[in-house]
């Protein structure tokens, strides 16, 4: 999903605005796209309550390489130090700042999205490209435990509660293949 298409997403989708709504358990929320701060610099999405920004969104699709996921990790750095400034005199004190992008990014990219430093108080908004639901997820909780050993296979660092049958079938037929399990047949 391009970052068109998961903005689309984040303007066009009621069952996905109602997600977003419970996950961050407030109700009600406008959604204003392309909300511009100082120095023209201007985030994907705020989210707004009673004319206050409860939360500012960065949107990456899964067509980027490691330069503009970087990119957008420095744009939420720089929300938070909106966030902390009050800069436009409007950010609620609770204001959430994500980077968000499709689950597809962790597995149609090179590169290793917990292999990177994240502002603290920020989190990552990740999109279900089949069912567009969010999962968030604070990564300098979530991946400051992860660790990669030599000859260990990662299918996924998040949870199995979106799979379908069809993909756990190939995730059984991958274990079969890399470690030559014996299948008996009864």
Known sequence: MIENDLKQVFIGNKFFNQEL??????????????????????????????????????CKGDNIGVTEYVRGIGQIMQYQYFKEKNISGNISKDCKVFLSFPNSIMYDCHFDITKFSYPLQTELLIINNDNYSPIRINPNIEYQNIQRQLNTLQISPY???????????????????????RIIQI
């Open 21 to 58: 709504e419970n996950l961050l358990g407030i109700d009600n929320l406008s959604i204003i796209p392309e909300v511009q701060f100082i120095n023209g610099i201007s985030a994907d999405f705020c989210l707004y309550k009673d004319n206050s920004i409860i939360s500012i969104i960065e």
């Open 159 to 181: 949870y199995f509660r979106d799979i379908r049958i069809s993909e756990i079938y190939i995730i059984l037929l991958e274990i079969v293949k890399r470690y030559k399990v």
